[in-house]
């Protein structure tokens, strides 16, 4: 049926807007919960290896306080260069699994907030006086906007380091032919503003007007709003981007 094809049809399915190879994850969740995964990907993920992107991470670094935006940035990160920790910084993560990506990278302590999102991570004591501080932004072209000028309006001087970008995809025929065809319930997973986005700029009429039918699981209060205004009537709200939080909230919604 798709690229999550198997010996027979799943009893649902969550249909996918993450990048291009990074549906795993996901499709292991659904599966614990007898669902399939169908890849509706907008996008690929792409590491900026040049001198400026090395540049730019290498004065984010050094830093007083360092934050990383999501997993993609912090392996991107890593793959640029080797990332330990300077005496009396502090990391900051948006969330438990950018704070995975970190750890995993050498990184421990990374700070990071229950509410994983911008708002949550805004919320954070630590951040709250930022006064004569440099604060390093790991992250990627577009996609937390509020954090700069939220950041800066409490007297931080952002470095910004952009370490992968987004770059646009067209979903495979097959893909576009399985949501067309699918008999079987499914919600759609919205983890990123952008993504969804792009999505409703970019999908045939039929399978947005498809996937605008569906219960949508969103993974914070702001995406929920979002995809409302886009078309998407059937919200539900998941505590996270993470993949598990995700899919409870899946099954959720088709209860």
Not at 226 to 240: D, E, M, T, V
Request: with cysteine.
């Amino acid at each position: 049926m798709s690229s999550s094809s198997r010996s027979s049809p799943a009893a649902w399915y969550v249909i996918s807007l993450r990048p291009r190879g990074g549906n795993e994850g996901l499709r292991r969740a659904a599966a614990r919960h007898g669902g399939g995964l169908l890849a509706l990907s907008p996008w690929k993920l792409q590491t900026l290896d040049d001198a400026d992107s090395r540049a730019g991470l290498r004065a984010a670094l050094a830093a007083s306080r360092v934050m990383f935006t999501s997993p993609a940035a912090a392996h991107a990160a890593a793959a640029l260069q080797p990332m330990r920790p300077l005496p009396g910084q502090a990391w900051f993560a948006v969330g438990a699994g950018t704070a995975l990506a970190l750890r995993r990278a050498g990184v421990d302590g990374v700070i990071s907030p229950e509410r994983m999102d911008s708002e949550g991570l805004l919320a954070l004591p630590e951040l709250q006086r930022l006064h004569d501080t440099t604060l390093g932004l790991v992250t990627a072209p577009g996609g937390r906007g509020t954090l700069t000028p939220a950041l800066q309006a409490r007297g931080a001087r952002v470095i910004r380091a952009d370490v992968y970008r987004r770059v646009p995809v067209t979903p495979s025929p097959r893909a576009l032919a399985a949501v067309r065809g699918l008999a079987a319930p499914a919600v759609l997973a919205v983890s990123s503003g952008e993504a969804l986005q792009l999505s409703v700029d970019s999908l045939p009429a039929d399978v947005l007007a498809r996937l605008r039918a569906l219960p949508v699981a969103a993974a914070s209060e702001r995406l929920v709003e979002l995809a409302r205004a886009l078309g998407f009537p059937h919200c539900h709200r998941a505590p996270s981007a993470r993949p598990a939080d995700l899919i409870e909230a899946a099954v959720t919604a088709l209860a």
